[in-house]
C-alpha cells in the first residue's frame, strides 16, 4: 500500500487564490520529487529535495515553491494560481541511489477557474 | 545527456492477446531502468526494474521485461493482456547523482494502452 500522501486529490479553485498541495512519506526517505503530468502524460520535474532544507527547481520552470522542514513533508504552494497551472501534480520519494526507483503519491488534480 | 524514448504514443490490443511495449533509452554508462504504470486518476506503480545480472526481469501482474544492451532497449511484455491492464506505461532510467538528489529518474513519454473486448 502507498507509504507517500497526497491531499487534495482534486482542487478546484478560482484564479487569484494561494494554494498548497501536501505531500507525506511515511518511509523516512530523504529524496521528495514534485512532477506536472500534462494531458498528454509526459512528466516533467519541477522540484525536487534531497533532505531537510534543500530544495531545488527542476527541469520545467514552475511559479510554484516547495519547502523541506521535515523529513516526511514536502508541500508545495502556489501564491496566485491561474489557468495555466491546470494540471495534475504528482510527488514522489526516494531511497537514493540508483536501485530503488521512485514511490509515488496518487496525485493532486488541480483545476483554477 | 540521459534520454528515453517510448515511440509508441497509444497502442490498442485485444484482450487475451500478447503485448509488447517498447522502451529505447540512450545513456553513456550501465542503465538502471524501471517500468511504471499509471491507471486512471492515479500515481505511478512500479512493476519492474532492471539494474544487473539477469537480462529478463520479471514483474508483477504478468509482466517482464528484456534488457537489450546492443539494442539500448527495455521493452516490457506481457503474453495474455487483461482488460484491467488498460493503462498509462511509463518507462524511466535512473541516472547518477545529480545535485546530491541521487537516483534521479529520467522518464519516457508513455504508452497509452487499451485493451479491446
Known amino acids: 500500500e502507498a507509504d507517500i500522501y497526497q491531499t487534495p486529490r482534486y482542487l478546484v479553485i478560482g484564479t487569484g487564490k494561494k494554494i498548497t498541495l501536501e505531500c507525506s512519506q511515511t518511509m523516512g526517505h530523504d529524496k521528495m520529487y514534485w512532477y506536472q503530468q500534462d494531458p498528454g502524460m509526459e512528466l516533467h520535474l519541477i522540484h525536487y529535495?534531497?533532505?531537510?532544507?534543500?530544495?531545488e527547481k527542476g527541469d520545467l520552470s514552475s511559479e510554484s515553491t516547495v519547502s523541506r522542514i521535515r523529513t516526511e513533508h514536502f508541500p508545495l504552494t502556489l501564491e496566485s494560481a491561474r489557468p495555466s497551472h491546470t494540471s495534475q501534480y504528482l510527488c514522489?520519494?526516494?531511497?537514493?541511489?540508483?536501485?530503488?526507483?521512485?514511490?509515488f503519491g496518487s496525485g493532486t488534480r488541480l483545476t483554477v477557474v | 545527456a540521459q534520454s528515453v524514448t517510448q515511440p509508441d504514443i497509444h497502442i490498442t490490443v485485444s484482450e487475451g492477446a500478447s503485448l509488447e511495449l517498447r522502451c529505447n533509452y540512450s545513456?553513456?554508462?550501465?542503465?538502471?531502468l524501471f517500468w511504471y504504470v499509471q491507471s486512471p486518476g492515479q500515481g505511478l506503480q512500479l512493476l519492474l526494474k532492471?539494474?544487473?545480472?539477469?537480462?529478463l526481469v520479471q514483474g508483477i501482474k504478468g509482466f517482464e521485461a528484456e534488457f537489450k544492451r546492443s539494442q539500448s532497449s527495455f521493452n516490457l511484455r506481457k503474453p495474455s493482456v487483461h482488460w484491467s491492464d488498460a493503462a498509462e506505461y511509463f518507462c524511466?532510467?535512473?541516472?547518477?547523482?545529480?545535485?546530491?538528489?541521487?537516483?534521479?529518474?529520467?522518464f519516457g513519454g508513455g504508452t497509452r494502452l487499451m485493451v479491446k473486448p
Open positions: 514522489a520519494s526516494s531511497r537514493g541511489g540508483k536501485y530503488y526507483g521512485y514511490t
Open positions: 532492471y539494474f544487473s545480472g539477469d537480462t
Open positions: 529535495s534531497y533532505g531537510v532544507n534543500s530544495t
Open positions: 545513456y553513456g554508462a550501465t542503465p538502471y
Open positions: 524511466a532510467v535512473g541516472v547518477g547523482w545529480r545535485n546530491n538528489a541521487g537516483n534521479m529518474l529520467t
